[in-house]
């Protein structure tokens, strides 16, 4: 089945560690994004890439950082400099940049101690 | 982008139907209307989308209004499945990403 792998689904950290966040997707997406979810909240846009080797920043950029060397995969860099990185994590894609209907994986929840 | 006004919450009996209501009074003429749910501790699934007309798909209905200035999404016989927060989106096709409000939590009680 075609769709976005996230791993772990739960992952600790202690507090000024960096950590990245794995986003794997079978869909051949060329568009692919990170967002964050804080409790009772909407989705924030963290970075987005609209092809393989290309990516801006979101509303929320600072404190993260992103890679995309290939379709499949764009992982998220949590770092030290992010000051408040708990929050519930979630990659999605679409097949290209603007086009309807996302697919969002299942999540990472991050929580640093 | 244009925002999006939805009720914090719905409640509705299961196998009723559900009409959720988003406002929009400043979509322009190129804006999408996207609906998307968030079941508990998962990613969003998207719904449905439309510009203008009414739209139909095997998960619900979406009512556009005339002057497309509100829509309706509607889930024809609620089940428990469908407690979930409901995104209403606006988005200039081809030019933006999906910005989230809050959403309307939906209810369903047996």
């Known amino acids: 089945d075609g769709g976005i792998t996230q791993s772990p689904k739960y992952l600790f950290r202690k507090e000024g560690q960096n950590v990245t966040l794995s986003c794997e997707q079978n869909?051949?997406?060329?568009?692919m994004y990170w967002y964050r979810q804080d409790p009772g909240q909407g989705l924030r846009l963290i970075y987005y890439?609209?092809?393989?080797?290309?990516?801006q920043k979101g509303d929320i950029a600072e404190g993260y950082s992103v890679s995309r060397e290939k379709k499949e995969s764009f992982p998220l860099t949590v770092t030290s400099a992010q000051k408040n990185p708990t929050a519930f994590y979630l990659c999605?894609?679409?097949?290209?940049?603007?086009?309807?209907?996302?697919?969002f994986g299942s999540g990472t929840r991050l929580t640093v101690v | 982008d244009a925002k999006t006004t939805q009720p914090n919450s719905m409640e509705s009996n299961e196998e009723e139907p559900v009409h959720l209501p988003c406002n929009h009074s400043?979509?322009?003429?190129?804006?999408?209307i996207h609906w998307y749910r968030q079941l508990p501790s998962q990613g969003p699934e998207y719904v449905i989308h439309?510009?203008?007309s009414n739209v139909n798909n095997r998960m619900a209905s979406l009512a556009i209004a005339e002057d497309r200035k509100s829509s309706t999404l509607i889930l024809h016989r609620a089940t428990l499945r469908d407690a979930a927060v409901y995104y209403c989106?606006?988005?200039?096709?081809?030019?933006?990403?999906?910005?989230f409000g809050k959403g309307t939590m939906l209810l369903v009680s047996p």
């Open positions: 999605a894609s679409s097949p290209t940049f603007g086009s309807h209907g996302y697919t």
């Open positions: 869909l051949n997406h060329d568009a």
């Open positions: 890439s609209q092809i393989v080797n290309d990516f």
């Open positions: 400043t979509i322009s003429g190129t804006d999408y």
């Open positions: 439309g510009l203008t």
């Open positions: 989106i606006l988005t200039d096709s081809g030019y933006s990403t999906l910005t």
